[in-house]
């Protein structure tokens, strides 16, 4: 079974987005080892110090996928095949990446594997974990064949 760690900077403190946090994580608990690990943020905006905290956490051996604005456009089917096709290659670890409010680490997103981004558009940050949580289980569910994705 596929390993999927997500590393977030910041806690979630409102209920909705605990509450939709949750669901998808009950959600994928069928289709992956899903671990969410949340990281404090730097108060003096460290970015490197932050980068250092999140590489870390990184698990041996994951493929690595910093989420980041100049990342690629990738739709719900692309992220399927990429999730299959890590556990084709005989990755059994992914692992995305999700920086503070400031940004992300330039280090860490030239460690990264691949540099993914949700969109051109801005949201609010803690939303961007909730929109990866759910394209996640997207992804598996097209991979299934499932109804879910229309």
């Given at each position: 079974m596929l390993s999927v760690r997500i590393i977030c900077v910041g806690?979630?403190?409102?209920?909705?987005?605990?509450?939709?946090?949750?669901?998808?994580?009950?959600?994928?608990?069928?289709?992956?080892?899903?671990?969410?690990?949340?990281?404090?943020?730097?108060?003096?905006?460290?970015?490197?110090?932050?980068?250092?905290?999140?590489?870390?956490?990184?698990?041996?051996?994951?493929?690595?996928?910093a989420m980041c604005v100049e990342g690629q456009h990738i739709d719900s089917e692309e992220l399927s095949?990429?999730?299959?096709?890590?556990?084709?290659?005989?990755?059994?670890?992914?692992?995305?990446?999700?920086?503070?409010?400031e940004g992300m680490d330039e280090e860490l997103k030239g460690r990264a594997d691949m540099k993914l981004s949700m969109s051109k558009m801005t949201f609010p940050h803690h939303l961007a974990r909730i929109m990866l949580l759910e394209q996640i289980y997207r992804a598996f569910k097209i991979s299934e064949g499932g109804k879910y994705h229309k």
């Open positions: 806690k979630l403190k409102e209920k909705f987005y605990i509450d939709a946090a949750g669901e998808y994580i009950k959600r994928l608990a069928g289709y992956c080892k899903l671990d969410v690990v949340e990281l404090l943020e730097d108060k003096q905006q460290n970015l490197r110090k932050e980068g250092a905290a999140i590489e870390a956490k990184i698990p041996s051996g994951a493929y690595v996928v095949k990429l999730l299959r096709g890590r556990a084709v290659e005989g990755i059994s670890k992914i692992c995305f990446i999700i920086g503070g409010s």
